[in-house]
């Protein structure tokens, strides 16, 4: 990549004792009144230019930026580095895995098959807090965990020794984000190339939407689907518009006593009222500095719940600070410093960039939060949470109904609606920052001084996001107070968000479900959807760790913490929460004591070993894995099966069926198999079939690695509505290969098309595929045998997948719809014109001729919706992976 150099940009940087190549920014008019944001994407272009995806007029619509246009420049955007989670993970290194096999196939060298940006897998998503309230909680989750998955951490560990810039991070570790700002994230990146050491801004995509967190150290990137981030990782750039940047001023000082997640609460909930979906948040001025790089890195992490793409604090003395902190190299720090003044990318507080629309906020009038009871942006102020409790409840419950339990233990007592029944200091939001971790530890001892207990009913935990979390803890002797209030450490990872919160205790929950109560869950993270956190729970609150420990000691979210005493002490006085809230000047003085650099130092040094349970896993080795034919997780995907090095020339699409006729706002969760499934589904009867009970079905997420599963999992979303069917819900459609087209799973009647050659389209309407950008909503898609879509409009990175996986992305002409052209997808449909594709020509509109059962013809041109000249290659190909595989050959 690269080569052209139009604005002769390329120059050096001598820090210390080493020169670097640098494509200097300040050779592009107009770079000065950029945002810190553009500024990286500008340099990511001017050192990527090559003439074809690249281009002189990228370079210089980045430069001549206007703030107030809608954006609508396509650039191609090559990250430094990919991130990923074992979830989302784990089909990236299978592809790359058969990639392997079908190299050797056509004759190639299988080592050639690398990552060519460095790629890091932290495995943080799997562990299942089955085991809480006892010392030994962690040990015995993480031995769960290996058993559930050690299939999928086989494969993984013959990934980290097979490929080179590969890099996994074992179980019982951390959370993928933590570990990310801790350690991976280098602020300025450095690689050899072609001889000489060139640095640029860090740069990164993930594989999961939290990425953003790393924005709070200055580095961009954000959350992107798997074939996104293969792509990424195979040195492809990522397609993306020029977008609006939001600058954010930030003035003020946080009061005493409110902690980072009222801050974040409080942004959350202005930047979604404010509108800020595909944009870039950029913070900026005065109040910057007094912001600390924990705090920067919360809000970071928030992005995907106010919805922006990014949100960025650029450089400065305070992230010096943290690389410091956190154990970084002295030479690492100097060279950060020394590349963002010389790009002008340093922040400076008195220059004000040009941004498309401006926010601010004073942080000196935020107040302590929680949000909920379904959405983080429904923030609610702590001091009217009681009221809003009961208002809310209405939704849920509308009569009291308390339940009398007894307990494992013998103990007896009444639950009602409210009842907080999980308490969980969880999450990469808040576990990474030490101000609100330490002042949770603080209220605990304050309780423990009291004599104060959590409610018998409520579930605590803890997963700290990192090692060092336990070491300050242990170094403050806050981790016995902590245990004391049963709050031990439950394991390293991703938990109660993603709905790893375990069971409750099962008198707890057969008394909420016999009596439908509405109980509610306490947990310092970033999202609380509904039924995300745990079954038996309706209500799900955000707040911070000390408030997590003070509602387990309340019990109830029907609680007014100003007026209700949380309990009484040994000498029966009545004991409120001022009565025991951590001291800020306290809080910082135990920080300042027990958090050093050698910590950090320590703990990453061996960051990529793993435990005894990680290292005598019986792992293959060779370059090439050996596929496990019983295996039902981990299967070789079959997208190069039959593959010739020489292209096969592209043909039209004749004689094709619908699949499925779908309404506006068809979301990639309701394509993408997500979530638990039952055994009557197509996939519950594929692992039946293969000797798996129900209770070890584990999830979608889990089985992402056999295509068989996901295949069967694609357009069965319980709440898809296909419109060839009247009024039904779920995974089905018309089969037409059997006589009257009667109703059939959508994964069986892709398998009677397929079977008689006949190729399938997919008709939508308004931004199909928007959401979470899922790598299985295109590799499904592709799989059940659908050759083009056609839609009213395209969510982008959706479009960008379907032809990353050999699909055709086909817009209805401008105002026209299925429903005003008559359509009702019983047609059978031919698209004619692709083969100009074969020609190096990428025609704007193809041919669509639709003919009814009756003999009537409906006719259109329909869009053609392959954008760039990279997306013509990749179709040509058949796909990306193709693509990629054979110019590797």
């Given amino acids: 990549m690269g080569a052209v150099n139009s604005f002769d940009a390329k120059s050096t940087l001598a820090v210390g004792e080493k020169e670097y190549e640098i494509y200097r920014i300040d050779r592009v008019p107009g770079h000065e009144r950029l945002p810190y944001s553009l500024k990286v994407l500008l340099e990511n272009q001017l050192r990527t230019e090559d003439g074809a995806n690249v281009t002189k007029s990228h370079i210089e619509a980045i430069g001549s930026w206007d703030a107030n246009a809608e954006p609508d420049t396509e650039i191609q955007f090559s990250p430094a580095r990919v991130i990923m989670q074992d979830f989302t993970g784990v089909p990236c290194i299978v592809d790359l895995a058969t990639m392997r096999e079908a190299v050797t196939n056509l004759g190639g060298n299988p080592d050639s098959i690398n990552p060519l940006a460095p790629a890091e897998l932290v495995i943080d998503h799997s562990v299942i807090s089955d085991v809480y309230g006892r010392a030994d909680a962690a040990a015995r989750n993480v031995e769960k965990e290996y058993q559930r998955n050690g299939e999928r951490y ?20 951390g959370i993928v984000h933590q570990v990310n700002i801790e350690y991976l994230a280098r602020m300025t990146f450095t690689r050899d190339v072609d001889g000489v050491t060139q640095a640029y801004p860090d740069t990164s995509v993930g594989t999961d939407s939290h990425t953003t967190m790393q924005n709070g150290l200055g580095v961009l990137g954000w959350g992107v689907g798997g074939i996104e981030a293969e792509a990424a990782m195979l040195g492809q750039p990522i397609s993306m518009l020029i977008p609006r940047v939001v600058g954010f001023k930030l003035l003020g000082q946080i009061p005493a006593g409110v902690t980072a997640t009222d801050v974040v609460l409080t942004i ?12 870039f ?73 040009e941004f498309s629309e401006y926010l601010e906020l004073d942080l000196s009038t935020v107040v302590s939060s929680i949000a909920g009871p379904k959405r983080p942006q429904d923030r609610i102020e702590l001091s009217r949470s009681k009221d809003q409790f009961e208002t809310d409840l209405k939704n849920y419950a509308p009569a009291s109904n308390p339940a009398q339990v007894t307990d494992g233990e013998g103990r007896e007592f009444t639950i009602d609606h409210g009842a907080v029944t999980l308490a969980s200091i969880t999450s990469c939001t808040n576990t ?9 530890g603080v209220l605990a001892r304050n309780a423990n001084a009291l004599g ?65 109560l509405a109980v509610t869950a306490v947990l310092s993270g970033n999202r609380n959807f509904e039924g995300r956190i745990n079954p038996d729970i309706k209500m799900n609150y955000l707040a911070s760790p000390p408030l997590v420990v003070a509602y387990s000691l309340a019990g109830s979210m029907d609680f007014d913490f100003d007026v209700e005493a949380l309990g009484q002490d040994r000498d029966g006085n009545d004991v409120f929460l001022r009565d025991i809230w951590p001291d800020p000047i306290e809080v910082q003085t135990i920080a300042d004591a027990s958090i050093d650099p050698e910590m950090f130092r320590s703990k990453y040094a061996t960051v990529f070993d793993g435990d005894e349970h990680w290292t005598s896993l019986p792992t293959p080795i060779g370059n090439t894995f050996e596929w496990d034919e019983k295996s039902t997780y981990v299967r070789k995907a079959p997208y190069f099966d039959g593959m010739k090095l020489e292209l096969t020339p592209v043909t039209d699409v004749e004689g094709a069926r619908a699949l ?5 706002s068809v979301t990639t969760d309701h394509i993408s198999p997500a979530g638990s499934f039952k055994a009557e589904t197509p996939a519950g009867q594929y692992l039946v079939e293969n000797g798996i009970a129900p209770k070890d079905f584990n999830t979608y997420g889990s089985r992402r690695g056999n295509h068989e599963v996901m295949i069967r999992g694609t357009f069965a979303n319980i709440r898809l509505r296909n419109q060839l069917l009247d009024n039904v819900e779920g995974g089905f459609t018309r089969d037409f290969t059997l006589e009257g087209g009667p109703q059939s799973t959508i994964y069986d009647a892709s398998k009677n098309y397929q079977a008689a050659g ?64 008559g359509l009702d997808g019983t047609e059978t449909f031919t698209i004619s014109g692709v083969t100009q594709l074969n020609e190096g020509v990428t025609p704007k509109t ?12 409906v006719e259109f041109d329909a869009d053609l919706r392959i954008d760039t000249p990279g997306e013509a290659d990749y179709y040509r190909n058949g796909g990306i992976l193709q693509y990629v595989l054979r110019s590797l050959v």
């Avoid at 060092?468 to 450490?489: P, R």
């Avoid at 375990?502 to 057969?510: D, M």
């Avoid at 499925?660 to 506006?664: P, Q, R, S, Y």
Wanted: glycine share 12%; aromatic share 8%; with cysteine.
């Fill in 154 to 173: 086989q494969f993984l560990r013959w990934g980290q020794g097979a490929f080179d810039d590969f890099k996994v991070v074992p179980p019982g570790t």
């Fill in 268 to 279: 959350t909930q202005q930047l979604r009222k404010h509108g800020v979906v595909g944009k």
């Fill in 281 to 353: 948040v950029e913070f900026y001025g005065e109040g910057v500095g007094s912001v600390p790089l924990a705090n920067r890195a919360t809000i970071g992490n928030m992005s995907p719940e106010f919805g922006s793409t990014a949100a960025i604090f650029p450089i400065d003395e305070i992230t010096l600070d943290y690389m410091r902190l956190t154990g970084r190299e002295e030479e690492q720090i100097e060279l950060v410093k020394a590349y963002t003044q010389a790009q002008g990318m340093w922040h400076n507080p008195a220059v004000e960039p």
């Fill in 432 to 440: 990474s920052n030490p101000s609100v971790m330490l002042a949770a």
């Fill in 452 to 516: 104060l207990k959590p409610k018998p009913w409520v579930k605590t935990t803890l997963a700290p996001g990192s090692k060092v979390v336990t070491d300050y803890y242990e170094k403050s002797g806050l981790k016995d107070d902590l245990d004391a209030l049963g709050f031990y450490t439950v394991g390293y990872g991703c938990v109660t968000c993603i709905g790893n919160s375990g069971p409750l205790n099962e008198e707890i929950s057969q008394a909420v479900n016999d009596n439908d």
């Fill in 660 to 664: 499925a006729l779908l309404g506006d």
């Fill in 758 to 821: 006949i190729p399938l389209v997919v008709i939508g309407g308004k931004e199909y595929g928007s959401g979470s950008s899922r790598d299985w909503a295109a590799k499904g898609t592709s799989l059940l045998g659908v050759r083009a879509v056609i839609t009213e409009s395209f969510e982008r990175i959706h479009r960008s997948n379907l032809i990353g996986m050999g699909v055709l992305p086909l817009q209805f002409p401008a105002g026209e719809s299925a429903a005003s052209l």
């Fill in 846 to 857: 193809l041919a669509v001729k639709a003919v009814k059962s009756d003999g009537a013809v």
